[in-house]
């Protein structure tokens, strides 16, 4: 099996905004005794892991807002309770509006050598939409000065702004590309949590872009990041050869990841444990038992199959024809027609025998993976 990874959360932010989904809160109130409580839990699951770590993540939130030496710390504690392999990938996110060139100095110096940027956007009107705390300009001076100093370096961008256009992305993308990343992630806007960005889609419906023109933004993402020798290794991720996140493949190949802190899910290969969403909850039952999981699923036997399909499936290099023929036997006589005929209509394409998504089969992707599920 492969060496694990482990995954922390960090769930402290500058500012809510007002479209996220993750567990996060604005300002740093609790940060002492949420960063003693991960320190417990590290050290209570210290028999977990079989070999050393070979990636560390830091997510959030954000971890750039917090102060580095949390970061150093936890990346001690984690190496000397786990042992981290030599190499090992460590990952911090970071918000552009954190970043000056000290903080940037102090989270490579705590250990970071891959930083993933919260970008979204470099036109300032689309920021503004997001209430982002940063601009264009400083978002890109951050990611160009994080090019300079770090390994690698990844940004995320967003497609679905209000606003936005094809003009305007490729302006975002190139933007990136120009001051340096190796790895782009993009992120289709969910509105569902921000109330003034969906009373403004009913409102003023032409600002938003059609799932049509969503779908022709994205093919340009990867055009362009394609031509600029950032292939997609992933649905949503393209990077330099070598570059690409080598904690997210863990998720995509079904590789263990231990995961600390609040709404952390680990996986040990067979069973995925999530621990509680609540970070007063999460601290609590740390501080009482050591650990802080609410549910279990064991994923196994024909269902732990699928998984694996369907997981590999966003990866470009795709799965072994096996695997998806091995999948499919334990689906509906229905649903294994319907996927069969996603090959037939050119979603799917076999080589050397394996199976991958085409580019129209990526684009399709939730007909094929809702078969699978
Ligand atoms: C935890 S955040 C990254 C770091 C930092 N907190 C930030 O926002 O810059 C991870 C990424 O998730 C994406 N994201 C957050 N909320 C989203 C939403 N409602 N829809 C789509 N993507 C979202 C953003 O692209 C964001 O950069
Ligand atoms: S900074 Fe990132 S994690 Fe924090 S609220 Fe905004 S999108 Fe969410």
Request: charged share 25%; aromatic share 6%.
């Given at each position: 099996?492969?060496?694990?990874?482990?995954?922390?959360?960090?769930?402290?932010?500058?500012?809510?905004?007002?479209?996220?989904?993750?567990?996060?809160?604005?300002?740093?109130?609790?940060?002492?005794?949420?960063?003693?409580?991960?320190?417990?839990e590290i050290r209570a699951?210290?028999?977990?892991?079989?070999?050393?770590?070979?990636?560390?993540?830091?997510?959030?939130?954000?971890?750039?807002?917090?102060?580095?030496?949390?970061?150093?710390?936890?990346?001690?504690?984690?190496?000397?309770?786990?042992?981290?392999?030599?190499?090992?990938?460590?990952?911090?996110?970071?918000?552009?509006?954190?970043?000056?060139?000290?903080?940037?100095?102090?989270?490579?110096?705590?250990?970071?050598?891959?930083?993933?940027?919260?970008?979204?956007?470099?036109?300032?009107?689309?920021?503004?939409?997001?209430?982002?705390?940063?601009?264009?300009?400083?978002?890109?001076?951050?990611?160009?000065?994080?090019?300079?100093?770090?390994?690698?370096?990844?940004?995320?961008?967003?497609?679905?702004?209000?606003?936005?256009?094809?003009?305007?992305?490729?302006?975002?993308?190139?933007?990136?590309?120009?001051?340096?990343?190796?790895?782009?992630?993009?992120?289709?806007?969910?509105?569902?949590?921000?109330?003034?960005?969906?009373?403004?889609?009913?409102?003023?419906?032409?600002?938003?872009?059609?799932?049509?023109?969503?779908?022709?933004?994205?093919?340009?993402?990867?055009?362009?990041?394609?031509?600029?020798?950032?292939?997609?290794?992933?649905?949503?991720?393209?990077?330099?050869?070598?570059?690409?996140?080598r904690h997210n493949l863990?998720?995509?190949?079904?590789?263990?990841?231990?995961?600390?802190?609040?709404?952390?899910?680990?996986?040990?290969?067979?069973?995925?444990?999530?621990?509680?969403?609540?970070?007063?909850?999460?601290?609590?039952?740390?501080?009482?038992?050591?650990?802080?999981?609410?549910?279990?699923?064991?994923?196994?036997?024909?269902?732990?199959?699928?998984?694996?399909?369907?997981?590999?499936?966003?990866?470009?290099?795709?799965?072994?024809?096996?695997?998806?023929?091995?999948?499919?036997?334990?689906?509906?006589?229905?649903?294994?027609?319907?996927?069969?005929?996603?090959?037939?209509?050119?979603?799917?394409?076999?080589?050397?025998?394996?199976?991958?998504?085409?580019?129209?089969?990526?684009?399709?992707?939730?007909?094929?993976?809702?078969?699978?599920?």
């Amino acid at each position: 099996m492969s060496a694990p990874g482990a995954y922390v959360h960090v769930p402290f932010c500058a500012h809510r905004c007002a479209y996220c989904s993750f567990v996060a809160q604005a300002g740093r109130e609790g940060e002492d005794a949420y960063f003693e409580a991960v320190g417990l839990e590290i050290r209570a699951r210290a028999r977990e892991a079989r070999g050393p770590l070979d990636t560390v993540y830091f997510g959030g939130g954000t971890p750039s807002f917090v102060g580095p030496a949390r970061i150093e710390g936890v990346v001690r504690l984690l190496g000397e309770t786990f042992g981290l392999a030599p190499g090992a990938e460590v990952t911090a996110e970071g918000n552009p509006d954190d970043l000056d060139d000290a903080r940037l100095e102090a989270l490579r110096a705590a250990g970071v050598g891959r930083l993933s940027v919260g970008v979204q956007s470099l036109v300032d009107g689309e920021l503004a939409w997001l209430e982002r705390r940063h601009d264009a300009a400083s978002a890109r001076s951050a990611v160009s000065r994080a090019a300079a100093l770090f390994p690698k370096v990844s940004a995320d961008l967003m497609i679905g702004i209000p606003g936005q256009t094809r003009g305007t992305l490729l302006a975002s993308l190139d933007g990136l590309l120009g001051a340096g990343v190796g790895h782009v992630s993009v992120y289709l806007l969910e509105l569902e949590k921000a109330p003034r960005l969906v009373a403004l889609r009913r409102e003023e419906p032409g600002l938003f872009a059609d799932d049509d023109e969503m779908a022709e933004m994205w093919e340009l993402v990867d055009g362009r990041c394609e031509a600029a020798g950032l292939p997609r290794y992933e649905v949503s991720n393209w990077a330099r050869p070598g570059e690409e996140s080598r904690h997210n493949l863990k998720y995509w190949t079904g590789a263990p990841t231990l995961a600390f802190g609040v709404a952390a899910h680990s996986f040990d290969g067979r069973v995925r444990r999530a621990n509680s969403g609540s970070t007063t909850e999460y601290a609590r039952r740390v501080r009482e038992g050591g650990t802080a999981f609410v549910s279990e699923e064991v994923v196994e036997g024909e269902a732990a199959v699928r998984e694996r399909a369907l997981l590999g499936l966003r990866l470009s290099a795709g799965i072994p024809e096996r695997l998806l023929e091995e999948a499919s036997a334990s689906l509906a006589p229905s649903a294994r027609a319907r996927l069969r005929e996603c090959g037939e209509a050119g979603l799917l394409e076999r080589r050397d025998g394996r199976v991958r998504l085409t580019r129209r089969g990526v684009l399709l992707s939730n007909e094929v993976f809702s078969l699978l599920v």
